[in-house]
């Protein structure tokens, strides 16, 4: 999907994605003869490496060059900003509490008697959206293509 995204596909992406893909294959096979209890931290750090390398399959290069210091702080966001933004959605769901007539809506009963429920596939889901749009920034935003203008 990153090399789709590309706005070229060079030799270097293609060996880039090929690279990302295989390390993806082989992360997750490892990851998965972890016990389950000691997965957490090998999977976030697959999930930072496997982030950084999107973005550099993707991302324009301007010139035809890698903008390292734009790489860095995208490997840095990839390894801080999940975490932060899925803390931050649960937090924010602990404070709005729209899991009891979610709960409700779909016909089931709560699991707390409180209704302090936590809904962690809302949590993951607000983190990865936070996440792209945190990693799409730069080039959305950034350099404009030729003939991509701005309308007056």
Aim: proline share 7%; net charge positive.
């Amino acid at each position: 999907c990153a090399l789709a995204a590309a706005p070229g596909t060079g030799r270097d992406r293609r060996g880039l994605a090929a690279a990302a893909a295989g390390l993806a294959i082989v992360g997750v096979g490892v990851v998965r003869m972890l016990s389950p209890g000691s997965r957490i931290l090998p999977a976030v750090l697959l999930g930072a490496v496997l982030l950084t390398g999107v973005t550099l399959v993707a991302w324009d290069r301007p010139g035809g060059r890698v903008e390292w210091r734009w790489q860095a702080l995208a490997a840095l966001a990839a390894l801080l900003a999940p975490a932060a933004m899925g803390f931050l959605a649960l937090l924010t769901m602990a404070w709005l509490e729209p899991v009891a007539p979610l709960t409700a809506l779909a016909g089931n009963t709560t699991i707390n008697a409180d209704g302090t429920d936590v809904l962690y596939s809302l949590a993951g889901l607000l983190a990865g959206l936070g996440t792209a749009l945190l990693l799409a920034w730069p080039p959305a935003l950034g350099e404009r293509r030729p003939g991509f203008a701005r309308q007056p």
